[in-house]
């Protein structure tokens, strides 16, 4: 029975993509903690997944982007996904972890929202009601954080901005290739914007071993682990109905946070966190996703 037959199991693969990307933001904490600065992070994030994902993609043989899409791709992780990046994990200093992955997750709602106006995307029922869960979630999780934080508040919208843009444009102007391979050249693509603001601004590296275990944490769990799951189950999820399931994620993040890093987990965020799952369950009901072309990388 064909793959597509089971979507169930790519809703699952959302969610397990969910636990890999929620930890960056702990894994942050930590390099941050060990004085590694937000340049040399994200460059050696992207730099150790290239390294991963370019000798898998090679191996398989797997098609490359060509022509117009790849110079898409090109655009889209030195201008896009790096942007994001900087405007999250910059945020990371300024406002708790659960609070920016909380501000990064109304993503879903202006990806929604811009597909539905650009691109006449149906707009059910059950995506309102998801939809309008998932954002008072995020409301009441977020509580009076918003204005205490303003510069991480700014931060995490913009990176919410930034990202539905990015899933857009990818989903609409590449063509060709293979998803891994389209991922590859975005992640060398920001790593190379990295790079370069890094020979400006200076390395600040790992110092110790359990800062260069928080650097492969990030690499390899929260890029490229999270990252197969997720280009593996939107074979069977589609981008809208997927942004909804990973709305999961700033709950993980908000529980790790809790655990490791000692922030306070309060009654509004438990509030918040059940509406944002309750958005998740409903939005994976929805029996005809829409078909994707490519993908979205995450933060």
Not at 88 to 94: A, D, K, P, Q, R
Request: proline fraction near 4%; glycine fraction near 10%.
């Amino acid at each position: 029975m064909p793959h597509t037959t089971h979507p169930l199991l790519g809703q699952f693969k959302i969610l397990l993509s969910s636990i890999g990307f929620g930890s960056m933001a702990i894994f942050a904490r930590f390099a941050y903690a060990e004085g590694v600065s937000t340049p040399t992070l994200l460059f050696l994030r992207f730099a150790l997944a290239a390294c991963l994902l370019l000798p898998w993609c090679l191996a398989k043989g797997l098609p490359w982007p060509r022509g117009r899409s790849l110079l898409v791709l090109c655009l889209m992780g030195s201008l896009g996904y790096a942007g994001m990046a900087a405007c999250y994990f910059t945020g990371l200093h300024y406002a708790s972890a659960g609070t920016v992955s909380l501000l990064l997750y109304l993503f879903p709602a202006i990806v929604l929202v811009l597909s539905t106006l650009l691109f006449k995307e149906p707009f059910t029922r059950r995506r309102l009601l998801a939809t309008s869960l998932a954002i008072a979630g995020l409301i009441i999780t977020v509580g009076q954080q918003l204005s205490a934080k303003p510069l991480g508040l700014a931060l995490g919208l913009a990176s919410a901005v930034i990202y539905s843009l990015y899933i857009l444009a990818g989903s609409r102007l590449t063509r060709g290739g293979h998803p891994l391979t389209s991922a590859c050249v975005v992640v060398m693509s920001a790593a190379a914007c990295y790079g370069g603001w890094v020979l400006l601004d200076g390395f600040n590296g790992p110092q110790s071993a359990f800062s260069w275990a928080a650097i492969f944490g990030i690499a390899v769990l929260g890029t490229v682990a999270a990252l197969a799951l997720f280009l593996s189950g939107l074979e069977s999820t589609g981008a809208t109905q997927a942004s909804l399931i990973a709305t999961a994620e700033p709950v993980v993040t908000i529980l790790l946070a809790w655990l490791f890093l000692g922030e306070a987990l309060t009654l509004s965020q438990a509030v918040g966190g059940a509406l944002i799952l309750l958005a998740v369950v409903l939005i994976s009901r929805e029996s005809r996703p829409e078909e994707v072309i490519l993908t979205d990388l995450h933060d």
